[in-house]
């Protein structure tokens, strides 16, 4: 059919106050994210989750709130993130991973608080697809590298969460 034809069969149809929403563009495999990211925030919670962009480098300065980095589902387009982290006033930092993803906390400086690493080691055999060198400081929080937590449906179907 011509537009002609469609604009007199639609003609009668009304007409939506507000424009159509336009879909989110998903970052390409070969696109490069930035390569430094600063976030400064006071109090409140900071998460990334979902399909988020890992940059290059991602400084944090959080006074009085906790942090969470969910990698996974996030885009990854670098073989390493340098992640420099200020957590004052007994703010957590908790990072979610999945397989092939390594964090290493050596350089970090925790006082008055807990490490708990609850990933297994690498065997060494798995590809490594991300490392996440975290540095910095953390005043009276803790620290927790995990996977994803199951649903409850996935829990009652004896399902892994990944």
Excluded at 5 to 32: H, K, M, Q, W
Excluded at 81 to 86: F, I, P, Q, W
Excluded at 113 to 131: A, C, F, M, N, T
Aim: no cysteine; net charge positive.
């Amino acid at each position: 059919r011509t537009f002609g034809e469609l604009a007199r069969l639609t003609r009668d149809l009304p007409v939506s106050p507000l424009p159509a929403p336009t879909p989110v563009p998903r970052a390409e495999a070969g696109r490069r994210g930035k390569d430094v990211v600063e976030i400064n925030q006071r109090f409140g919670t900071l998460r990334r989750s979902g399909p988020w962009e890992v940059p290059r480098r991602l400084e944090l300065r959080m006074h009085g709130g906790d942090v969470k980095l969910d990698f996974t589902q996030a885009v990854i387009s670098h073989d390493t993130l340098d992640l420099d982290v200020y957590l004052s006033i007994g703010g957590d930092l908790i990072i979610v991973v999945r397989p092939g993803i390594v964090v290493a906390t050596h350089d970090l400086n925790v006082g008055g608080g807990d490490l708990k690493i609850r990933v297994p080691k690498s065997d060494g055999h798995e590809p490594v697809e991300l490392r996440v060198n975290v540095t910095g400081r953390l005043r009276a929080g803790d620290v927790v590298v995990r996977y994803p937590r199951r649903t409850l449906g996935q829990w009652m179907r004896g399902e892994s969460a990944l």
